[in-house]
């Protein structure tokens, strides 16, 4: 943990500006109800300062616009709390990265290309003809196969395999049992069974990528499966052979593409979505959780349901089917004033 800070200190970190004392130390950073006399919190609209009640945090980020008076707290006022917190954790927080250097028991072959200030840890497999960004980690029980290419300070955590036919970019982060470049799912049937058709295609991570802790991403089977700069990947994530993921998507928990998926620049895609082979995704477009898409969806909108429809008619459907008995209810009774007892 870094030095205590002081209100104004944060408060040129981010930009913000201060109301209340500048000087007051910041020595952590706390959720509001839990923060104490120490701690930096923050708060992000009226519904979450009219929980609060009395805090006892020495300073709270808060927006621009905000009404709030809190006399015993010193407010940094910004125009995005939570950006703002996230530029100021790792002054508290700082990232913990272990010292450059083989681990005695892992296994580096020969013929691998290691760079500056790389560490690799116990008992990792680095394959032939691997190449190592400089300022890379490979953490403990990782598999890097033959051929694979890791960029620049990347993060790979322990338990992970790196294919040999897998490109990484710079500054990427694996979590624990994080799996690229995997075989492919893909057979056709053939006079005595299935038979397996060859998947001989790339996995290629741009740069900036984040892939969570048991998540699987395919290598092409012919082509390549490409994830693009800047993306975030949740934990227990499938992303299938041949899926193009655009720049800047969000895909959380449980979520899976099968085959040949597009998604532009900025999707979003809620926990257990699903989403069918050869399916495109326009940009921006965010698809609800528990959703299923057997379609294309244009730019921009919002869907939801299985199949997935725009969200207000899916809404619309949902609040009609919760009203079906009733309504069956009073067909039955219409008939029966109608035409006398009903069958």
């Given amino acids: 943990m870094t030095a205590a800070l002081t ?21 952590g950073l706390a959720a509001a109800e839990n923060a104490g006399p120490g701690d930096l919190t923050m708060v992000v609209d009226e519904a979450w300062a009219r929980r609060l009640g009395d805090i ?10 905000l009404a709030l008076s809190m006399p015993q707290v010193s407010l940094v006022r910004v125009e995005n709390p939570r950006l703002a917190l996230a530029v ?5 927080v700082p990232e913990e990265m272990p010292e450059p250097g083989v681990s005695p028991t892992a296994d580096v072959h020969l013929d691998a290309v290691l760079g500056e200030r790389v560490s ?4 990792a497999v680095v394959g032939p003809g691997a190449v190592i960004g400089d300022d890379t980690h490979i953490g403990a ?16 955590d322990p338990s992970c395999t790196v294919g040999g036919r897998v490109r990484m970019g710079d500054r990427v982060h694996l979590f624990s049992g994080a799996r690229l470049g995997t075989d492919g799912f893909g057979y056709t049937p053939g006079p005595s069974g299935l038979v397996k058709v060859p998947q001989i295609g790339r996995c290629i991570i741009g740069d900036d990528v984040e892939i969570g802790a ?7 089977a012919l082509g390549d499966t490409v994830i693009g700069a800047g993306t975030k990947i949740d934990n227990l994530v499938l992303i299938a052979h041949n899926t193009h993921i655009g720049p800047n998507c969000i895909i959380v928990g449980q979520a899976g593409t099968a085959g040949s998926v597009r998604l ?8 257990q979505v699903g989403i069918a082979d050869h399916v495109s995704i326009g940009d921006g477009t965010r698809i609800v959780g528990q959703s299923g898409v057997f379609r294309d969806k244009p730019a921009g909108g919002t869907y939801f ?12 459907a949902i609040s009609g089917f919760r009203r079906l008995h009733e309504l069956l209810k009073r067909i039955k009774a219409l008939e029966t004033a109608v035409f006398g007892k009903g069958e």
Avoid: K, Y
């Avoid at 029980?141 to 790979?156: D, E, H």
């Avoid at 532009?264 to 926990?271: D, K, M, R, S, Y």
């Fill in 7 to 27: 209100v104004a200190d944060i408060a040129a970190r981010v930009g913000g500006s201060v109301e209340g004392d500048p000087d007051r130390p910041i020595s």
């Fill in 264 to 271: 532009g620049e900025g999707v979003q895609l809620g926990g």
């Fill in 305 to 316: 349901g299985s199949p997935a429809l725009p969200q207000r008619e899916a809404l619309r």
């Fill in 56 to 65: 006892s945090a020495a300073a709270a980020l808060v927006p621009l616009d």
């Fill in 141 to 156: 029980l990782t598999f890097v196969g033959g051929g694979a290419t890791i960029g620049r300070s990347c993060r790979i």
């Fill in 120 to 123: 690799v840890g116990p008992c």
């Fill in 214 to 220: 048991n998540t699987t991403v395919d290598r092409g």
């Fill in 88 to 92: 100021v954790a790792p002054l508290f």
